[in-house]
Each structure stands twice: as structure tokens, then as C-alpha cells.
């Protein structure tokens, strides 16, 4: 008997003054690391910052390599920090992305650096490899909060279990 299953996700677009003051500072976090992002090949500068349930912050840049292979991401980056920091169990609660080329300084919160080159202003997400990532040190209880500036100045609100629908991690082992 076939059966079809279906998942929705949901995505909250609001203002930067619209979050609460913990997800602001951690936004403004994403976006001071940013300006340090390794990024001399693409150009394009992340900044990550992970909030943990002990309500410790971590920072996290893309590091570019020269064999391109080795570069990591700004996510990743701030979930190694968090568990160099915090040790391996830490739950990691919401993450904060901010990306944009780099020659696009993004200074202020409020800053608005445009659409894509093709006019288009998608709402963007991690990529799939830091969905993975951020699933490890997801919290036990609740899913991840993740917030990404959008290239308008809004900020675009998720969930990883929205983000990331039958995930493989640490509970199906
Ligand atoms: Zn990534």
C-alpha cells in the first residue's frame, strides 16, 4: 500500500527590532565576525554566531583555502568554537548567518546591500553540509532557532527541523 508523507516548513520574516534583544545581540554578533571572514577566493564573507542553551556565545567565519576543498563555513567554524569552548555536549539553541560579498560591508544592523545579481531576493538558508553540522550540537529538547539577514535588512526566522526534514543524526545511531 503506498503511502505519501508531506512536510511544510515555516519561515518568519520580521524586522531586525522585531527580535527579541537575545536574538538581536546575537545577529550583531554574526555580523561583527564577519568582517574577519577568510574569504580572498569567492569573495563572499560569512559571519556565524551560536548561541548555546547556557546562553554562551561563539563565533565562527568561512576560512577559504587555497585547494578549495579544505575551506569551511562560518556555521561550522562557530560550532567547532562552541564545542572547543564548551566542550562536546554543549546543545547549541539558535545560530545567527549573515553572508554577503565582501566588497558588500555590511557595517550596521540595519544595513540593506540589495538583491542578487539576478534582481531576485530569495530567502536563503545554511547550506546542506551546515544543516548537518548544526544538527550534532542541535539542543536535546526543541529544535535550533537559525537567523539569517536577508539582503532587504529583514531577517528571516527557521527552525533546523523545518530546514532539515528527515535528518540522519545522533539519535538514529
Ligand atoms: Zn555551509
Known amino acids: 500500500m503506498m503511502k505519501k508523507f508531506e512536510t511544510t516548513i515555516a519561515v518568519t520574516v520580521v524586522d531586525y527590532d522585531e527580535l527579541s534583544l537575545t536574538m538581536q545581540s546575537l545577529l550583531a554578533a554574526a555580523i561583527m565576525a564577519r568582517h574577519n571572514a577568510q574569504c580572498g577566493y569567492s ?3 560569512v559571519g556565524a554566531a551560536v548561541r548555546t542553551l547556557a546562553g554562551d556565545i561563539a563565533l565562527g567565519v568561512n576560512v577559504e583555502n587555497s585547494n578549495w576543498t579544505c575551506t569551511t563555513h562560518a556555521e561550522q567554524t562557530a560550532v567547532a568554537t562552541a564545542v572547543t569552548n564548551f566542550g562536546a555536549n554543549v546543545e547549541i539553541e539558535a545560530v545567527a548567518v549573515v553572508a554577503a560579498h565582501g566588497t558588500e560591508r555590511i557595517n550596521g544592523l540595519l544595513d540593506v ?3 542578487g545579481p539576478d534582481g531576485i531576493e ?10 548537518q553540522i548544526l544538527l550534532e550540537n542541535a ?3 526543541g529544535s535550533m532557532t537559525i537567523l539569517v539577514l536577508q539582503p532587504n535588512g529583514t531577517v528571516a526566522v527557521m527552525t533546523l527541523d523545518d530546514l532539515f526534514p528527515m535528518a540522519f543524526g545522533p539519535k538514529n545511531l
Open 43 to 45: 569573495g563572499f564573507a
Open 113 to 115: 546591500w540589495g538583491p
Open 122 to 131: 530569495a530567502i536563503f538558508g545554511p547550506c546542506g553540509t551546515c544543516r
Open 139 to 141: 539542543p536535546a529538547k
